[in-house]
């Protein structure tokens, strides 16, 4: 019932920032969460940022919550992850997901559907 094309990805240097978005089909938007998540070669998929459905509620994970910003706009159908300062540590493909049942989740398996995700590379 959704689907979800990311962009926004690209490569930047150390300390440059990139607002990464994510576009979603159909008229249901508003009633999913939504986060963000990133894989770095040789890790397991990371959760980064999540957004409820009013845009009421945000969390992060540490490492990021005080240069990152996950935003939403239900009238467009889109999410965004501003990401400011970025570090080489940054770098990986980054996927946006959306959930159905209320609640904050940093696990991917309670996510409903995926982006196809989009690649940032930070140089140093």
Same mark, same amino acid.
């Not at 926004?8 to 979603?24: I, K």
């Not at 957004?51 to 540490?62: F, H, P």
């Not at 939403?72 to 570090?87: C, E, G, P, W």
């Given at each position: 019932?959704?689907?979800?094309?990311?962009?926004?990805?690209?490569?930047?240097?150390?300390?440059?920032?990139?607002?990464?978005? !994510?576009?979603?089909?159909?008229?249901?938007?508003?009633?999913?969460?939504?986060?963000?998540?990133?894989?770095?070669?040789?890790?397991?998929?990371?959760?980064?940022?999540?957004?409820?459905?009013?845009?009421?509620?945000?969390?992060?994970?540490?490492?990021?919550?005080?240069?990152?910003?996950?935003?939403?706009?239900?009238?467009?159908?889109?999410?965004?992850?501003?990401?400011?300062?970025?570090?080489?540590?940054?770098?990986?493909?980054?996927? !946006?997901?959306?959930?159905?049942?209320?609640?904050?989740?940093?696990?991917?398996?309670?996510?409903?559907?995926?982006?196809?995700?989009?690649?940032?590379?930070?140089?140093?």
């Amino acid at each position: 019932q959704v689907q979800l094309v990311e962009s926004g990805g690209g490569l930047v240097q150390a300390g440059a920032s990139l607002r990464l978005s !994510c576009a979603a089909s159909g008229r249901a938007f508003s009633t999913y969460a939504m986060g963000w998540f990133r894989q770095a070669p040789r890790r397991e998929r990371e959760f980064v940022a999540f957004i409820s459905q009013s845009g009421g509620t945000t969390d992060y994970i540490d490492s990021v919550k005080d240069r990152f910003t996950i935003s939403r706009d239900n009238a467009k159908n889109t999410v965004y992850l501003q990401m400011n300062s970025l570090k080489p540590e940054d770098t990986a493909v980054y996927y !946006c997901a959306a959930k159905l049942a209320w609640g904050i989740s940093k696990r991917s398996s309670s996510y409903d559907y995926w982006g196809q995700g989009t690649q940032v590379t930070v140089s140093s």
